[in-house]
Every structure is written in C-alpha cells, then in structure tokens.
C-alpha cells in the first residue's frame, strides 16, 4: 500500500489538559527528526509536565485560541494548535503550528486536524487571518496548505542555516476566513 493511500481513523478533538504527557512525547519525537523546526532538538528546553499541562490551560482559558488533537488508541499522534496575537492590530490574526508523528504521515491526519482548525477559526469572532511559516524544502506541507487554500504572503530568503554553506527559505502563508 503507498504512504499516499494509507487511511488511519483518529479521534479529533479539542485537547484537554491530561493529553500533555502524549503531546509532550509527540514534541519531543518529532523535534528529534531534526528536519523541519527552527529549534534543534537540544536547544529545546526540557519541559516539565507541569508546564505542559500549564500551556494547554492557558489556550483553553482563551477564547482567541485552540489546541486540536488526533488519538488514535489513546495517544496524541498529531496536534495543532492557533496562538493569537495580543496587539491590538494584530488581534484579528494568529498563526499555526501542527506535528504529525512521523508513523502516521500519509494518512490524512494533518488535513483533517488543519480542517478541524480552519473551521473552528471560520465560527470563531475574533479570528480572521490564519498564518504560518514552512520550510520552503517542506514540500508535502508547502502541497498540503496550498490545498487547504492557503496563499504564499512572502518569503525570507536563507532565513534558517542549516550547515556552513546550506540554507532554507522561510515561506509564509496564510488565510483568511
């Protein structure tokens, strides 16, 4: 069966405060690929679970916010989430980040989860412009948002170093809803 045409049925949802262990795990899984965050796995500090837990209470406490995830058998294999902006010119907009767990790409786990996010930002009063930044060799996300509707807004040049002699673009992108 091709990567393409592999289905998983997860259960979607609004995240809860005592899924921060597994989406802990999920960050820590994915940030170790090393591919596509700016962070590099040892420059991420190391979150207690306390503060994870803090984290998911803080967006649930927000009405601006939302922190969305996939489980399938009980663990977090993808989230994602909408941080909005606090200034008030800004406060229409927000921007997205989204993990995958590495075994469950392919799937359709992250257009359902960006679905599930771009239709509670559509009923959401607050939220107009869903935004975000991908890695310009990122190309099945780059594919992804582009079917999803999203528009390339601009792009920094050799924004992230990756060796002595190799960079990567920063594409930005957003919606409007």
């Not at 597994?22 to 306390?50: C, G, M």
């Not at 509707?149 to 594409?171: A, V």
């Amino acid at each position: 069966m091709s990567e393409s045409s592999r289905k998983v049925t997860c259960m979607i949802r609004d995240a809860q405060v005592e899924d921060a262990e597994t989406i802990l795990d999920l960050e820590k899984s994915v940030f170790s690929e090393r591919e596509y965050f700016i962070a590099l796995p040892e420059e991420l500090e190391k979150t207690p679970i306390q503060k994870q837990r803090q984290w998911i209470r803080n967006i649930l406490e927000n009405e601006k916010e939302t922190l969305i995830v996939a489980k399938e058998k009980g663990v977090v294999v993808g989230w994602i989430v909408f941080k909005s902006q606090e200034k008030k010119r800004l406060s229409h907009t927000g921007s997205i980040t989204m993990l995958v767990s590495k075994n469950f790409r392919g799937m359709g786990i992250g257009e359902i989860l960006l679905k599930a996010l771009l239709s509670w930002a559509e009923k959401n009063p607050f939220v107009e412009k869903v935004s975000l930044g991908v890695f310009s060799n990122n190309h099945r996300a780059i594919s992804l948002y582009k079917k999803m509707g999203f528009l390339e807004e601009g792009r920094k040049i050799k924004e992230f170093k990756l060796s002595e002699h190799e960079y990567i673009d920063d594409i930005l992108m957003c919606k409007f809803v």
